[in-house]
């Protein structure tokens, strides 16, 4: 039903072949790239919002039970949390038609990925912010199903807020 889960696979392969390039100035010294990460993807999210239908929210609640496991695991698999949110986020922001925006969020992601998977992993171990994780994604598909768009690209541009304050202390720690 998504015509961008290419996005996932692609993307991870993209990934595990540049990642020895990536240094502290792909992420956190570029303001220009985190402000474009916490911009699109509420954008996205936001259009996806008014267009959503309801097999599709059915597809999303499946992804989210899948991921729900993962971040639950008591051995966190970086990898599989990792790729099943990316799925989840471009279950999502695909649904938005928006496709060039889809793609720059996707070098986004490509950008940040190892950090992703350090510092995904490093929050899951937090019992807290495994339940703080599901309860995010289980919002997303709330604000999805009650068609509010507002929420969901708040509550988005709120997460990420966050994200990137912990992504950017990871950088700070792998590229010293």
């Not at 996932?8 to 502290?24: F, G, H, P, R, T």
């Not at 949110?85 to 889809?102: G, L, W």
């Not at 940040?112 to 339940?131: C, M, P, Q």
């Amino acid at each position: 039903m998504f015509s961008s889960f290419s996005y996932v696979s692609a993307s991870y392969l993209k990934c595990a072949s540049a990642i020895i390039e990536i240094d502290k100035s792909d992420f956190c010294t570029d303001k220009c790239n985190s402000t474009l990460y916490s911009l699109l993807e509420p954008l996205a999210a936001g259009e996806a919002c008014k267009k959503i239908t309801e097999e599709q929210i059915h597809e999303l609640e499946e992804i989210h039970k899948e991921y729900v496991p993962i971040v639950e695991a008591d051995e966190i698999d970086a990898k599989k949390l990792y790729l099943q949110n990316r799925k989840f986020h471009f279950a999502i922001y695909s649904i938005s038609e928006m496709d060039r925006v889809c793609a720059m969020i996707e070098s986004l992601w490509d950008t940040l990925s190892f950090f992703k998977l350090i510092y995904g992993r490093d929050v899951i171990k937090n019992t807290n912010g495994a339940k703080n994780m599901i309860a995010e994604h289980q919002g997303y598909i709330d604000a999805l199903k009650d068609r509010d768009a507002e929420r969901l690209k708040k509550s988005l541009y709120d997460t990420l807020g966050v994200r990137i304050e912990g992504i950017s202390k990871e950088t700070d720690y792998y590229t010293l």
